[in-house]
């Protein structure tokens, strides 16, 4: 129940000439009253609150000024600061992403393709109208998702009001679900800001990683390895299928070199992030005097292309070897010459694959990742920027390292391009790299290890 200030008493009683209203809530009501400079009193479920100046005594009624009307009502519910916080942070960094991404004027582009669509000479130009399609889809692609999430925080917003509203104790349900689904929400809202930031034309490919020993011997054989196995946990925690196309086992432990496939949305775009020289630093297994050594991987990452890309490579361009695969083998794969080796004369560009059983497939999948790699280096060359994607990584050995692992003396991986860093190594070598990966991609994918920042050895 609800008292304005213009409601007759007389249903609750008169308030006598010279009665103070403290004294008629104690006589009519029989209270306690927990009177404090704030001017406010409880009874029971409910509370009242006083104004210093608002009442004039006159019987029959209480007159006051508009803003200092009391209340005698049941307690509302009770939304804690840190959900109303975290709903305003949802509300702040999902504004941002509207304006980043400027969607009124994408889907006014939509608004246009569809109209393009309809019109009856659409496909007459088949070329043009793929190319129409195509990014129509690639702005829905961007967008819906964060319309969807604008939706759902105008529904979390609705039944936030709805519920400050209801009486103390009849909406717990929907006050959990409010907590629940603002935690929930700040992580997409990480994951939307994330995704905005792959606007590249290849970032939606599948990406081809390579891993090559360096510097370090035995020791970085071994270390080549555990990135391997680093990046294939990781491609399953995003979902991701990994193909292996080539790996060749390193002298004693590990493996020199690796080349694999990753298959999924946006996996160029989160594995370019992994692209440089990689340093690891632990006593090692390898030593019989359990000294330090330092050791040194080269991870390279490229897209892989479409058919449709234009990519022209002469048969006389190319040197085809064939040899027999290594590996556990079986019946077949180690008895026949099923491994192709393709090398790109003008450019000294080696691919090797033996994943499959037959010859012929082996050399159209290595013949895809040539392409790839080619294209890569045409895109370099177009825009003389040589460092950008190849010079980067320079030589495989210390001064070039965009991430350094330390296992001893102390724990600590650090990117030494946006300073993340985090010293639960553990979980970075079971494949939690998302933590590197979203940092450069927020600090604008820098290509060059940032000098300023350092790692005490």
């Known amino acids: 129940m609800r008292l304005y200030a213009s409601d007759p008493l007389h249903k609750h009683g008169s308030l006598n000439s010279g009665e103070s209203f403290e004294l008629f809530i104690i006589k009519r009501f029989q209270t306690s009253i927990a009177l404090h400079r704030s001017h406010t009193c409880t009874y029971q ?23 200092a009307l009391f209340s005698l009502t049941s307690r509302a519910m009770y939304i804690a ?59 829905k692609s961007l967008i819906n998702p964060v319309l969807a999430f604008n939706r759902q925080l105008e529904d979390l917003k609705t039944l936030a009001e709805l519920v400050q509203d209801a009486e103390d104790g009849t909406a717990d349900a929907e006050l959990a679900e409010i907590n629940d689904s603002a935690v929930k929400m700040l992580d997409e809202i990480d994951d939307l800001e994330i995704s905005s930031f792959l606007t590249n034309p290849h970032d939606k490919s599948n990406a081809i990683v390579t891993i090559k020993a360096g510097a370090g011997g035995t020791e970085a054989c071994d270390w080549a390895d555990m990135l391997f196995r680093m990046y294939t946990r990781w491609a399953e925690r995003r979902g991701y299928k990994v193909d292996i196309e080539d790996i060749q086992d390193g002298e004693g432990a590990g493996i020199s070199t690796a080349t694999f496939r990753l298959e999924g949305p946006n996996a160029y775009g989160y594995a370019k992030a992994e692209r440089g020289v990689h340093r690891l630093v632990r006593i090692s297994p390898f030593d019989s005097n359990a000294r330090r050594h330092t050791s040194f991987c080269a991870v390279d990452v490229i897209a892989e292309i479409d058919d449709d890309v234009d990519v022209e490579i002469k048969d006389e361009d190319l040197r085809v070897d064939v040899y027999r695969s290594s590996g556990k083998g079986g019946q077949h794969v180690n008895k026949t010459e099923s491994a192709v080796r393709l090398t790109h004369l003008p450019t000294g560009i080696v ?41 980067e990584k320079g030589e495989i050995g210390w001064g070039n390292q965009i991430r350094s ?27 939690e790299i998302d933590q590197f990966v979203n940092a450069w991609l927020r600090a604008g994918g820098p290509r060059q290890r940032n000098k300023d920042i350092k790692v005490e050895d």
């Open 351 to 391: 691919v090797a694959c033996q994943r499959e059983r037959s010859q012929h497939k082996n050399r159209d999948v290595a013949m895809k990742i040539l392409k790839s790699r080619v294209y890569e280096k045409m895109q370099d060359e177009k825009r003389a920027e040589m460092e950008k994607f190849y010079g």
């Open 45 to 67: 479920h409910s509370f009242v609150y006083l104004s210093k100046s608002s009442i004039l005594n006159v019987s029959g009624k209480i007159h006051c000024c508009p803003a």
């Open 81 to 139: 600061p840190e959900t109303r916080s975290k709903i305003d942070e949802i509300t702040r960094r999902t504004s941002h992403l509207w304006k980043f991404l400027d969607i009124p004027n994408k889907q006014k582009q939509l608004i246009q393709y569809d109209h393009r669509m309809s019109e009856p000479d659409f496909w007459n130009n088949q070329q043009t109208a793929q190319k129409v399609i195509s990014e129509s889809n690639q702005i």
């Open 405 to 431: 692992y330390v296992f001893q003396p102390y724990q600590m991986v650090k990117d030494l391009r946006t300073g993340s860093e985090t010293a639960n190594i553990q979980a970075v070598m079971d494949g």
